[in-house]
């Protein structure tokens, strides 16, 4: 039996569609996001009188409305001067080259699809030109909104802004514009002085909402989506109070209210309450790398947690020989009966594989090769969910230590040899490693 034709959940809150509670929806009004649009509309109305406007730059943390405000604003002005302006909305987390972002360009003012031109081998200045061509040839206004704008300086530099700002120049009929959307307050002082001195651009500062906005928001939002009364005040309150702690992210709020509405609906409720909010919570926040531990045979835990002590104790990777080492004191001490050392080796191969822990082969010179062992920057996560496990209660972390020898040469990650003269024996104090 097919299990998607056996789930029959009843559904008693939807009255709409609950995927417009999601990102890509832009709704036809933006509560407490008044001020901004009635400065994009006063800035962008010069373009109906055939005036170019400045260039324009929006700041704001993620969630604070930034693109959807921009896109309900730009299919308005679009709208207004239909067959006049033509307005493309570019994500430079995907189109991350003035080439892509040119090429995509010159295929918008495409009149049929045999008119586009190849995504390669043509030379950015033949493109360049073509996009000038085609953009006088229609007599249209060009309106370019490069959304994360700073990853394609990041990763091109300002020239690729340079040549965007070049068109308007170029253009015999009409002009073009850009505006920039951005998290990183930083971006400006990011471009090279040639760029600044061409911008002419003003900004506008989207400011972060606070749990009484975002509760207005939410309330909007799942008017005419689920059926009146169906909500607790106190779950949208909830979860207004959750979002305006991660920085008064909307989309985190409407996320999470998303996903308690279908939590609700699986469960076969009538209404949505605070433990709604809280389960959708833990769902949406499931923490992959304290489950991930959680999940380990207690022999990998042991193994896992040597690695990390070990390297707390030498500030430095650690050889297997030093992790196995320690791994038996800490099966002692707990009472475990310690494996072999190769079956350790194949637990350290495991973990490898999992991304907890990092493998790497070390030349020991006339001492011959060897593996050690590295922890990332999460040790201490690491470390906190290991011993928050019960079988872990009584852990001290006594007589762990490091080997005497000399150990030639390793790589690490930030330089490719590193020589060890000579590493003495140290004990660690157990109130240290707690």
């Keep these: 039996m097919n299990p998607f034709l056996e789930k029959t959940f009843q559904n008693t809150i939807l009255t709409g569609d ?37 260039n324009l730059f929006i700041y704001g943390r993620t969630g604070s409305g930034k693109t959807s405000t921009v896109m309900h604003v730009t299919t308005l002005l679009s709208e207004a001067l239909p067959g006049k302006i033509v307005i493309k909305h ?7 080259s003035i080439y892509s972002i040119m090429v995509t360009l010159v295929n918008t003012l495409s009149a049929q699809p045999d008119q586009n031109i190849p995504l390669s081998g043509w030379t950015l200045d033949r493109i360049y030109v073509e996009l000038i061509s085609r953009i006088d ?16 300086v990041q990763k091109n530099g300002s ?23 951005t998290n990183y307050i930083g971006f400006l002082e990011s471009l090279d002085s040639r ?3 061409r911008l002419r651009q003003e900004t506008i500062m989207f ?53 308690a509405i279908e939590l609700a609906i699986r469960e076969g ?4 309450s605070e433990l709604e909010i809280t389960r959708a919570k833990d769902l949406l926040e499931i923490n992959v790398l304290r489950e991930t531990i959680k999940g380990l045979p207690a022999h990998s835990k042991c193994v896992l947690l040597s690695t990390i002590l070990s390297q707390d104790i030498s500030k430095r990777p650690s050889f297997t020989g030093e992790v196995y080492e320690n791994y038996s004191t800490i099966c002692s001490e707990l009472g475990y009966s310690p494996l072999t050392s190769r079956r350790v080796g194949d637990i350290i191969s495991d973990l490898d594989d999992s991304g907890l822990i990092t493998t790497r082969i070390a030349n020991l010179g006339r001492h011959g090769r060897t593996r ?27 007589k762990l230590g490091r080997q005497t020898r000399f150990e030639g040469e390793w790589a690490d990650k930030s330089q490719n040899e590193k020589s060890i003269d000579a590493i003495t024996q140290a004990t660690i104090d157990p109130d240290i490693i707690n």
Aim: net charge negative.
């Design 195 to 197: 760029v600044q001195s």
């Design 372 to 398: 050690y062992v590295e922890v990332g920057e999460k040790r201490e996560e690491m470390s906190k969910y290991i011993l928050e496990e019960e079988q872990f209660s009584g852990f001290q972390g006594k």
């Design 18 to 54: 609950l995927s417009l509670l999601g990102g890509s929806y832009i709704p036809d009004s933006f509560p407490h996001r008044e001020k901004q649009i009635e400065h994009l509309v006063n800035l962008l109305e010069s373009i109906t009188r055939n005036i170019n406007p400045s």
């Design 207 to 259: 400011p972060p909402y606070n749990a009484t906005e975002l509760k207005d928001i939410i309330k909007y939002r799942v008017d005419g989506i689920v059926k009146k009364e169906s909500v607790d005040d106190s779950a949208i309150s909830l979860c207004a109070a959750i979002a305006a702690q991660e920085h008064g992210d909307a989309r985190k709020a409407l996320d999470l209210m998303k996903m």
């Design 159 to 181: 020239d690729s802004i340079y040549v965007l700002l070049k068109i308007a120049d170029d253009l015999k009929k009409r002009s073009s514009s850009l505006i920039g959307i």
């Design 137 to 152: 040839e229609k007599g249209v206004f060009l309106l370019v909104v490069l959304d994360e704008i700073d990853k394609l």
């Design 269 to 272: 409720k009538d209404r949505i």
């Design 90 to 96: 570019i994500n430079c987390q995907v189109f991350d």
